[in-house]
């Protein structure tokens, strides 16, 4: 993952939201139904590599190549986008 102040933020946020439920709910139950579809929420949005998968479906089953890193990588410090 490229950003790991995000995922330390999401982490921390789900705990906040885990307390919350606790506090609220005092069910044991509901603060792991919580912390699974947390963390399930922050896999799906987070930790996929979305360079990999910013690119033209049919070439989702070739590995991304340097050249096309770096084009990434070039156009995200510019502030373009596809």
Known sequence: MANDAALRSALVWLAVVMAVVALG??????????????????????????????????RWTAPVSGEERASMAAAQRSGLSR
């Open 25 to 58: 709910t005092h069910s044991f139950k509901k603060i792991i139904v919580t912390y699974m579809v947390g963390m399930l929420g922050i896999a799906g949005i987070l930790l996929p590599d979305w360079d990999f998968f910013d690119r033209d479906f049919s």
